[in-house]
């Protein structure tokens, strides 16, 4: 069992920059992957970003590369998401996820779900 929590959402402007973060909890949590799903309104759920918690091998939706940011802190167990460059359309909830791996993640797949934190871009 893995729990997950996310924290650190907000409103910013177009343009500014965010940071999310997830609190991962569980006895197998190394056994996963753990990354950032985010869901607009009225759209689907997209994978976002992916991490393991060794090595340094992490993986990005192509509409995120290069602005954004995932890392992880081994010691409190917390995955980060830094968001640079916002735009509108980067709006949505954003929820963290562990899953098998980073594979089956980018192809919209999680045994383990946070509640999710809204992150919202104005213009």
């Known amino acids: 069992q893995v729990q997950l929590v996310e924290s650190g959402g907000g409103s910013v402007q177009a343009g500014g920059s965010l940071r999310v973060s997830c609190a991962a909890s569980g006895r197998t949590l190394s056994r996963y992957a753990i990354g950032w799903f985010r869901q607009a309104p009225g759209k689907g759920r997209e994978f976002v970003a992916g991490?393991?918690?060794?090595?340094?091998?992490?993986q990005y939706a192509d509409s995120v590369q290069g602005r954004f940011t995932i890392s992880r802190d081994n010691a409190k167990n917390t995955v980060y998401l830094q968001m640079n460059s916002l735009k509108p359309e980067d709006t949505a909830i954003y929820y963290c996820?562990?899953?098998?791996?980073?594979?089956?993640?980018?192809?919209?797949?999680?045994?383990?779900w946070g509640q999710g934190t809204q992150v919202t871009v104005s213009s």
């Open positions: 996820a562990a899953a098998g791996g980073i594979a089956t993640m980018a192809l919209g797949g999680a045994d383990y």
């Open positions: 991490i393991y918690w060794t090595g340094f091998r992490t």
